[in-house]
């Protein structure tokens, strides 16, 4: 599977963006699907994700609410829709793809095998 992510840019406080992430591969609907960012300085951190075999999504803390992941299996395609972002959003996200389908596998980025090349958001305040 590769994955290509884009849709980043400069936004100001408060606005939104929707990041895309296209894979190619016949296989995309056996995997799931993620969304990670690493700010500089900082570890990569999970963001939400999707499961294949249910279509459950979850999200961390610091985005619940305020980002929202879908899939579009006949596209492909995985995005993530961030609204009411805040300087403290700005980092290189990444989307990943991963064989696993629990909560517990799919939040921890060891278990996703391929990666998209990450796509720069900078929120101003």
């Known amino acids: 599977v590769q994955l290509q992510a884009s849709g980043g840019g400069l936004v100001q406080s408060g606005g939104s963006l929707r990041l895309s992430c296209a894979a190619s591969g016949r296989s995309f609907r056996s995997y799931s699907m993620g969304w990670f960012r690493q700010a500089p300085g900082k570890e990569r951190e999970f963001l939400a994700t999707t499961s294949y075999r249910d279509f459950r999504t979850w999200y961390a803390d610091s985005v619940k609410g305020r980002f929202t992941l879908s899939r579009d299996n006949a596209k492909t395609t995985v995005y993530l829709q961030m609204n009411s972002l805040k300087p403290e959003d700005t980092a290189v996200y990444y989307c990943?793809?991963?064989?696993?389908?629990?909560?517990?596998?799919?939040?921890?980025?060891?278990?996703?095998?391929?990666w998209g090349q990450g796509t720069l958001v900078t929120v101003s305040s």
């Open positions: 990943g793809a991963s064989p696993y389908y629990s909560h517990s596998d799919l939040t921890s980025i060891i278990k996703y095998d391929y």
